[in-house]
């Protein structure tokens, strides 16, 4: 599977993006996908993750309500919808797909995309 973020950019705080991943393989339409960040001098992070279904959405705490993970399996892309954005979000993002372990360890995770920066003014 290769995976190829997009979507990223400047926006003001309180304001939105959304992100793009899209993924080549066939395997795409039946991996769990997942998102992550990472900040300057930060490990990278769990942000959100759901299956092919629709079923096992999870969200980290800090963007619960704010944040929307969804897929299109039709044409192999994972996106994440960033509402209400707050210049601790400012990160670089990426997309994986989820292999084995828990849905929140980076190491559950074995493809992994370029990322895609997000910069978020105050």
């Known amino acids: 599977v290769q995976l190829q973020a997009s979507g990223g950019g400047l926006v003001q705080a309180g304001g939105s993006l959304r992100l793009s991943c899209a993924a080549s393989?066939?395997?795409?339409?039946?991996?769990?996908m997942g998102w992550f960040r990472q900040a300057p001098g930060k490990e990278r992070e769990f942000v959100a993750s759901?299956?092919?279904?629709?079923?096992?959405?999870r969200y980290a705490d800090s963007v619960k309500g704010r944040f929307t993970i969804s897929r299109d399996n039709a044409k192999n892309t994972v996106y994440l919808q960033m509402n209400s954005l707050k210049p601790e979000d400012t990160a670089v993002y990426y997309c994986?797909?989820?292999?084995?372990?828990?849905?929140?360890?980076?190491?559950?995770?074995?493809?992994w995309g370029p990322g895609t920066l997000v910069t978020v003014s105050s």
């Open positions: 393989g066939r395997a795409f339409n039946l991996a769990i």
């Open positions: 994986a797909t989820y292999r084995l372990g828990g849905y929140q360890d980076s190491t559950s995770y074995n493809y």
């Open positions: 759901r299956d092919w279904s629709g079923g096992n959405i």
